[in-house]
């Protein structure tokens, strides 16, 4: 489901929603904190006339998300309506693989028009970080990995992605080629090749899921493996 604001954007985003930068758009932003406020209100069983409040204020916040968007505050709120529970952050994990001083990334073939990416989601329930990460690149990539660090951990709306619906962190796992052997998974149905690309010759990034800032830091953490964990 994307959401874009007419002729002024037609951006791609995996999984979800999405609007253009957010400066510009601080509207979502207050959308997105009131719904995380409407959410953990219904979840903690309030009393009827505060239950009506806040369903209120989701009812806003949905019309406020989706205006001049390609969603109507309806199709908002159904998304919204299938939170449940105390409203967290979403976790999408990424796998950062090197091999000749090159990247592994993999072409977004069903969600974003055959841009590049590092192989990774959203993290399943049940699994640990470096698990969903692992899993994420085999099913992506093909190939076999292990988790050796953590290089960032990332708030979404704090760098040039374009906005989601829902505010999110993203984890970028450093990774080591358990085999130079490719094997494609047969269920993976949402990316298509798998390649190694140098830092000057990156192709088109799927924006929604990798900046190209994002990729250069992670060439400097290959360059000097002693830097610490990024985070915001």
Request: proline share 8%; net charge negative; hydrophobic share 40%.
């Amino acid at each position: 489901m994307v959401l874009s604001r007419g002729p002024r954007a037609n951006l791609r985003e995996p999984k979800g929603a999405v609007m253009p930068n957010p400066e510009p758009y601080p509207v979502l932003r207050w959308a997105q904190r009131l719904q995380a406020i409407a959410q953990s209100g219904l979840h903690y069983d309030p009393p009827l006339f505060d239950r009506e409040r806040y369903e209120q204020v989701q009812a806003l916040a949905a019309e406020m998300a989706a205006f001049d968007s390609s969603l109507s505050a309806s199709e908002v709120a159904a998304h919204y309506a299938a939170q449940d529970g105390h409203a967290t952050p979403k976790v999408d994990v990424r796998g950062v693989v090197f091999r000749d001083e090159r990247i592994l990334l993999v072409q977004e073939t069903l969600l974003d028009a055959g841009r590049w990416t590092l192989p990774g989601g959203w993290a399943d329930i049940g699994s640990s970080p470096a698990e969903n990460t692992v899993r994420e690149v085999y099913e992506e990539s093909g190939y076999r990995v292990r988790v050796t660090k953590l290089l960032a951990c990332y708030d979404r709306q704090r760098h040039a992605h374009p906005p989601h619906l829902f505010h999110s962190y993203k984890l970028f796992f450093l990774c080591e080629l358990e085999s130079d052997a490719r094997i494609p998974d047969p269920h993976n149905h949402e990316t298509g090749e798998a390649g190694w690309f140098a830092a000057n010759a990156l192709p088109e990034l799927s924006i929604g899921r990798v900046t190209p800032a994002q990729i250069a830091r992670f060439f400097e953490h290959l360059r000097w493996p002693d830097l610490p964990t990024d985070f915001d």
